[in-house]
Nanobody, 126 residues
Framework: QVQLVESGGGLVQVGGSLRLSCAAS????????LGWFRQAPGKEREFVAA????????RYADSVKGRCTISRDNNKNTVHLQMSSLKPEDTAVYYC???????????????????WGRGTQVTVSS
């Protein structure tokens, strides 16, 4: 089973950018669809972006569409989330997740994902 470790979070000002990364180990990375989710204090975990096994299908939450780009490198076993024009409401812990069923289109429901990283904190200050 794949293990996931996120990195790249931090403190950024409104309008700034961050690139989150998720490194995978212990499995065949290209067998998994991947997703990014986030959870703010007192709120439920919500979908951010997802990418299919070969990267041919990507999906975004309406709240981040046009501001985020998800990508993956199956040779390096990594998935990235490039975020720009950050807003205070983007503040959350961001989680990388893997979906071994990997249907098309990539799924956007947290319950469909089998493996999760521990998360990385993103804080956007105004």
């Amino acid at each position: 089973q794949v293990q996931l470790v996120e990195s790249g979070g931090g403190l950024v000002q409104v309008g700034g950018s961050l690139r989150l990364s998720c490194a995978a180990s212990g499995g065949t990375f290209s067998n998994y669809a991947l997703g990014w989710f986030r959870q703010a204090p007192g709120k439920e975990r919500e979908f951010v972006a997802a990418i299919s096994r070969m990267g041919t299908n990507v999906r975004y939450a309406d709240s981040v569409k046009g501001r985020c780009t998800i990508s993956r490198d199956n040779n390096k076993n990594t998935v990235h989330l490039q975020m720009s024009s950050l807003k205070p409401e983007d503040t959350a812990v961001y989680y990388c997740a893997a979906d071994r069923t990997a249907t098309l289109p990539a799924r956007i429901t947290a319950a469909d994902y089998d493996t999760w990283g521990r998360g990385t904190q993103v804080t956007v200050s105004s």
